[in-house]
């Protein structure tokens, strides 16, 4: 487990965490139709999704030379890249 994926587990646990703890004020926010409050819990589960889907756009700028993550996860002779048609030559 190199640097990256420790910073991604990081990063997604944090996600995890910013959706758990603002979901009561979203609730309580939409029954008291308190728009600003509202606005505010929106804003901040859209970063805790986009957090726990792994923010790529963070780990490439966190690590910018390294591939993103789904291109490390298939080996180079992944019988799944197989299954795509060969363009004719």
């Given amino acids: 487990m190199d640097p990256r994926d420790v910073f991604g587990i990081i990063v997604r646990t944090i996600g ?20 600003r409050g509202v606005l505010v819990s929106f804003v901040v589960w859209a970063l805790g999704a986009y ?23 298939l080996p180079s002779g992944d019988p799944a890249q197989s299954d795509r048609p060969s363009s004719p030559t």
């Fill in 51 to 73: 957090l726990l889907r792994g923010a790529p756009y963070l780990l490439a700028f966190a690590y910018p030379g390294q591939s993103p993550d789904r291109s490390r996860s």
């Fill in 16 to 35: 995890l965490l910013l959706l758990l703890s603002w979901a009561p004020l979203l609730v309580l926010s939409v029954f008291a139709r308190d728009g």
